[in-house]
């Protein structure tokens, strides 16, 4: 598996548990049919997910062992840029149904997109959280350096909704390309508080700790995922979904901390 270098619809939603109920088996066999993969199935994937499609990656690889998955993972506004100029890939894995949408209006997907997971967002700080910051309303200190994704990006847009529905005014002082460099700005002591998605914080460990968002002004987001119109394995894209809905791809999501769909 090779990693390439460096984005709200209840019918939507209601494929998802489709998918999952009547799909794949508890080994993350495909339900379409299909009795393998082969070649190279290329996914382009929201940066949020690098950690846990990278471990969905090496499960499918024992399943399939004829099959060779290569991810590109960015910012889903940048890699729906990327589809829609043509960029080879199989498969388009966004943290936003916006960004999925644009490309199916523009008949860049095969497939109806499926929602395969949710997450939340919380406040990541530095680890014991030196500043005290406890909730949205503090990010609004001018002293503070609280740093979001850009706007067009989910991270972004989502950071900007959690400020409006909180009504508090919020300056970052640096607008990231992904959610990745939210998280390291702060752990590098670079920034004091960002709003990324809870499997973030997760996944940086003791490095960082997370400031929960009371639900009433939190953002639910939901992860669609698709075969593109030019797949180059169409075939292997689509039995790679399945395996993200089935039992193991469902397993490994959630234990990186991502919502059932």
């Known amino acids: 598996?090779?990693?390439?270098?460096?984005?709200?619809?209840?019918?939507?939603?209601?494929?998802?548990?489709?998918?999952?109920?009547?799909?794949?088996?508890?080994?993350?066999?495909?339900?379409?049919?299909?009795?393998?993969?082969?070649?190279?199935?290329?996914?382009?994937?929201?940066?949020?997910?690098?950690?846990?499609?990278?471990?969905?990656?090496?499960?499918?690889?024992?399943?399939?062992?004829?099959?060779?998955?290569?991810?590109?993972?960015?910012?889903?506004?940048?890699?729906?840029?990327?589809?829609?100029?043509?960029?080879?890939?199989?498969?388009?894995?966004?943290?936003?149904?916006d960004n999925m949408t644009k490309l199916t209006d523009a008949g860049a997907t095969s497939t109806d997109p499926v929602v395969f997971a949710g997450n939340e967002l919380q406040i990541i700080v530095a680890p014991g959280n030196p500043l005290g910051i406890a909730g949205v309303a503090d990010l609004a200190d001018a002293d503070l350096i609280v740093v979001t994704c850009a706007p067009e990006v989910p991270c972004g847009?989502?950071?900007?909704?959690?400020?409006?529905?909180?009504?508090?005014?919020?300056?970052?002082?640096?607008?990231?390309?992904?959610?990745?460099?939210?998280?390291?700005k702060v752990t590098l002591g670079e920034a004091d508080a960002g709003i990324v998605y809870r499997t973030d914080v997760l996944a940086a460990g003791d490095a960082a700790a997370g400031v929960e968002i009371p639900d009433d002004l939190d953002v639910l987001a939901e992860y669609p995922i698709a075969v593109t119109e030019l797949a180059p394995n169409a075939a292997g894209a689509r039995v790679f979904i399945d395996f993200v809905l089935g039992a193991t791809g469902q397993r490994i999501l959630a234990s990186y901390g991502f919502l059932a769909p």
């Open 1 to 97: 598996m090779r990693t390439l270098p460096r984005s709200a619809s209840a019918s939507l939603a209601l494929l998802a548990v489709f998918a999952v109920s009547c799909g794949s088996s508890d080994s993350g066999s495909p339900s379409t049919g299909s009795t393998g993969a082969s070649g190279t199935v290329t996914v382009f994937a929201a940066a949020s997910l690098t950690a846990a499609f990278t471990e969905i990656g090496e499960a499918f690889a024992v399943e399939y062992p004829d099959a060779d998955v290569t991810f590109n993972f960015a910012a889903s506004s940048e890699l729906a840029a990327q589809i829609g100029e043509g960029a080879p890939a199989d498969v388009f894995a966004s943290a936003d149904l």
């Open 157 to 184: 847009t989502y950071a900007a909704q959690v400020f409006e529905d909180a009504g508090v005014a919020v300056t970052p002082k640096s607008l990231e390309e992904n959610v990745k460099a939210v998280v390291t």
